[in-house]
């Protein structure tokens, strides 16, 4: 009988072997580190981070997205530069410099394209997903924001100089595109819905925002709030705000106003005026926690110490609270249970309980700003 017993141990000793050597990524995350062109690798559940990958060159106002495995992450910089990050073996797999001003990107559906899109020389460039070859350059002639992913392998994204929102179908070796014109005065950003439907754009040249319906066949532009801001004084902007796929709570999505202290309500449905909410100063971020029952809300400087959570049943701010000098991102934990903050002058990113709005936890980061969790890898628009 020994052989048997060697057998059984040397199959316990291999399994052993195998479970030690597998890496679950689901419950990961990526804290954009700018100032030092690094991302800390952070676990979620632990609230910890695990490792510092290096050699990311430029990445103020970078963002990322997930491989459908998790294992991935594309990286966009301001230096053009796209990187292919392996969460696995903590390292750079690879990178390219695809342009010299990059302001974002989208992976596909599917996963098998990268597009990122471009301030400087404009227009959008797609790449393969494995090997980072572009496979389609699309230009515009204008700088482009607002790219998005939709169901369908396709990307849309949107012309701020030309005010046209186009939808590349990549189902073909050669794009098909379709351009939307009169979408409005330089759109400075864009959503996509959860279910790939409504595309909203918010305009900086004029007042209010588009939306296009992407389930019609030929999607025409729909004003939303056109007078919203009409008659009242000018504010400076201080930052931009930002929009994207968080921002709908329930039926209604909650927007960050231009150049204004305070938050509009839209109807989900008909993209009426609901009501506006009064904040601590202008709205960078309006996220709602994932279940739609609250959102969270940071500022502009010099009013960015500060976060405010705003109840979505009564509309009214429930919580005030200052985690420290500049805060400039917050990413929920999948379920909301937690809420994740980079105060970027304090070093740290902070974590909290969103139901008794106590600090669990924090991590020291160089210079943080963006957090990613995975679960962004199975969501259309992140």
Known sequence: MKWLYGAVLAAIL????????????????????????????????????????????????????????????????????????????????????????????????????????????????????????????????????????????????????????????????????????GMGTNPYDALITGDGRLYITGLFGEDGLTALDLWQENPEPIRVLPGYGRGEAELPVYKMPHLEGWARAGQEFVLPAVGHHEVLWVDGETLAETGRTSTHGQPVFAMARPDGRQVWVNFAHPLNDTIQVIDTVTKQVVHEFKPGPAVLHMEFTPRGNEVWVSVRDAGKVMIYDTRTFEKTGEIDAESPSGIFFTARAHRTGL
């Open 14 to 181: 291999t399994g052993t072997v195998q479970a030690q050597s597998v890496v679950a990524t689901g419950d990961l995350g990526l804290v954009v580190e700018r100032a030092s062109g690094s991302l800390l690798l952070v676990d979620q559940s632990d609230r910890a981070s695990l490792a510092r990958i290096e050699g990311l060159g430029d990445l103020s106002h970078a963002s990322l997205v997930y491989s459908p495995d998790e294992r991935f992450a594309y990286v966009f910089g301001r230096d053009g530069g796209l990187s292919k990050v392996d969460l696995v073996e903590k390292r750079v797999a690879k990178r390219v410099i695809q342009s010299g001003n990059a302001i974002g990107g989208a992976i596909s559906d599917d996963g098998s394209l990268v597009a990122v899109s471009n301030y400087e020389p404009g227009g959008v460039r797609i790449f393969d997903a494995q090997t980072l070859e572009m496979v389609a350059d699309i230009p515009t002639g204008s700088k482009t924001i607002g790219l998005v992913d939709a169901p369908g392998k396709r990307f849309v994204f949107t012309l701020w100089d030309a005010g046209e929102t186009w939808i590349a179908d990549l189902n073909s070796e050669e794009p098909k595109i379709t351009r939307i014109t």
